[in-house]
């Protein structure tokens, strides 16, 4: 498959030739796009409370960050020039966001993290800076000239509130506009100036650090280790200092350490958990007028689900994990959980009978009716799924 997303690269070729290896720019990668939000708009949300965004103002040694929510008098204050408004996870709160990055698929989804936008005025930008994540930045409305540097010095200024290059050498220099994408893997130097009123999306990914993984499979196992013993000593020996501790002690006790074991299925567990595990800051929010049971599954049969975009379902060796939590679905469930997890939509049963979800593609031929019935037991899932506000009926 080609496509203008990857300026005619195939996903498959865009994963052995360019990405995590270099910078790539694509003119016109997504025809038409001229952004998804206007000023007024990006101002709105941020100044709401469950959207995380930042403003940077300054340029060359002076910066300045605010953390929002904002409001419409902190805009007023501002200049003509040299700020940035910046609104994370935009795909949580805007549909045409989260189908923005639906588009981005071709990547795993436990890579995936989140759709960001800037807007900046002219002259506005955050500083000549390096990233330890993949990104691609999409550029909206307006223009913005992106220089980039693939220079090892990567040392930042002190005692700023932004992470900046102490020395930028720019070895390229474009400027986007709208439709066209920059594709930079990490640690590449880059420095991006607003030429006019502009909004570039930026696509993110998770790449935890070894720590990061190793801490927090340590709390993992902290929560799961069964160990049998206690300390036991019927040899004991008199010891001339009383206030030392043996040898005989210290290899008693690397003995039952030593027993801390683990296996590729608690790594599977624990990578489940960690990856579907959404970020600290973000809170699902329950349908406050619940549909009953029968009439639930009745609009998802004939609407069909999505997950919330909020949601991250994940699946591995027969084992999914939703938003942290890990369970194993029934043989015949598989399937449409797969799916869910790949599409994030499961189509409606056309012509099926109640309680019963069918899947788009994976019907057999026979039509109308043929669907094969899938257990009760996922009406009942996707039912609690929905309760907490992690799925929904489909809505188109
Ligand atoms: C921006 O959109 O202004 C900054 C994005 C980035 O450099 O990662
Ligand atoms: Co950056």
Not at 57 to 80: I, V
Not at 164 to 176: A, C, D, G, N, T
């Amino acid at each position: 498959m080609m496509t203008t997303l990857l300026g005619g690269l195939s996903p498959s070729r865009f994963l052995r030739d360019v990405w995590h290896k270099r910078p790539l720019l694509i003119r016109n990668a997504v025809p038409g796009f001229a952004g998804l939000l206007t000023s007024s708009e990006m101002q709105q949300l941020a100044s709401r409370d469950d959207v995380e965004s930042r403003l940077i103002q300054g340029s060359g040694t002076h910066w300045q960050l605010d953390h929002g929510p904002f409001s419409k008098s902190d805009f007023k204050r501002l200049p003509k020039i040299e700020w940035t408004l910046l609104l994370q996870s935009l795909n949580h709160v805007l549909p045409e966001a989260d189908a923005l990055l639906s588009r981005f698929s071709f990547i795993p989804h436990a890579r995936l993290d989140d759709l960001m936008v800037s807007y900046a005025v002219p002259g506005g930008s955050v500083g000549p800076h390096f990233d330890s994540y993949d990104v691609f930045l999409l550029q909206g409305q307006g223009h913005r000239r992106w220089q980039i540097s693939t220079q090892t010095d990567l040392t930042i200024l002190d005692d700023l509130p932004l992470k900046i290059l102490r020395r930028f050498k720019p070895e390229e220099e474009w400027v986007l506009g709208p439709g066209d994408m920059l594709y930079l893997p990490p640690h590449v130097a880059h420095y991006g100036v607003a030429e006019d009123a502009c909004t570039t999306y930026s696509i993110g990914f998770r790449a935890p650090t070894t720590e990061e993984l190793a801490h927090g499979f340590l709390m993992h196992l902290q929560d799961t280790l069964k160990l049998e013993g206690r300390y036991a000593d019927p040899d004991l020996r008199l010891q001339a200092h009383p206030g030392e501790i043996s040898r005989a002690m210290l290899s008693q006790i690397e003995g039952m350490i030593a027993k801390i074991k683990w296996s590729k299925r608690d790594i599977a567990e624990f990578a489940g958990r960690y990856l579907s595990e959404p970020k600290p800051n973000v809170f699902f929010d329950p349908p406050e007028a619940p549909l009953s049971r029968a009439a639930f599954n009745k609009q998802a049969n004939q609407k069909g689900v999505a997950l919330n975009p909020k949601s991250r379902l994940l699946f591995t060796r027969g084992r999914f994990f939703i938003n942290g939590e890990a369970f194993t679905p029934a043989a015949d469930e598989t399937a449409a959980l797969q799916h869910l997890a790949d599409q994030r939509h499961l189509a409606p049963a056309r012509g099926t009978p109640p309680d019963v979800y069918a899947l788009q593609g994976a019907r057999p031929a026979g039509g109308l009716g043929a669907a094969p019935p899938l257990p009760a037991t996922l009406p009942e899932r996707f039912y609690d799924w929905y309760e907490a506000g992690w799925l929904e009926i489909e809505t188109e």
